[in-house]
Nanobody, 117 residues
Framework: QVQLHESGPNLVKPSQTLSLICTVS??????????WSWVRQPPGKELEWIGG???????YYSPSPKSRTSISRDTSENALTLQLNSVTPEDTAVYYC?????????WGQGTQVTVSS
C-alpha cells in the first residue's frame, strides 16, 4: 500500500523560501504510469494544483506560481521535494503531496504552512 507523508516548517517569514519533503513508502516514484503532484488549500479556498512530476522525471507547473516553484525528486530516497521562493501571506495553506495510480489517487495527510512575520 502506498503511503505519503509531508514534512517541513510550519511557519515561514515573508520573502523566505519554503521547502517541503514528501516521503513515499509502499511505492516507487519512478514506476511507469505514476504521476506525482503538490497541491495546496488556502484557508476557505479551493484546492490549488501547484505542479507535478512524472515517473520519467518530467515536471509540470501551474502558470501562476511557476516562476517561484521548483519540484524535484530524490530517487535514491524515494522522495519528492517542493521549493517555493519569495513566499507571501497568500502562500499560507495546507500543503499536500498526491500520486495518481489509476483508477485511484493517494494523498498524504497534509502539512500546515503559515507565512507570517
Amino acid at each position: 500500500q502506498v503511503q505519503l507523508h509531508e514534512s517541513g516548517p510550519n511557519l515561514v517569514k515573508p520573502s523566505q523560501t519554503l521547502s517541503l519533503i514528501c516521503t513515499v513508502s509502499g511505492g516507487s516514484i519512478t514506476k511507469n504510469g505514476h504521476h506525482w503532484s503538490w497541491v495546496r488549500q488556502p484557508p476557505g479556498k479551493e484546492l490549488e494544483w501547484i505542479g507535478g512530476i512524472g515517473y520519467d522525471g518530467s515536471t509540470y507547473y501551474s502558470p501562476s506560481p511557476k516562476s517561484r516553484t521548483s519540484i524535484s525528486r530524490d530517487t535514491s530516497e524515494n522522495a519528492l521535494t517542493l521549493q517555493l521562493n519569495s513566499v507571501t501571506p497568500e502562500d499560507t495553506a495546507v500543503y499536500y503531496c498526491e500520486v495518481e495510480i489509476p483508477p485511484i489517487d493517494v494523498w498524504g495527510q497534509g502539512t500546515q504552512v503559515t507565512v507570517s512575520s
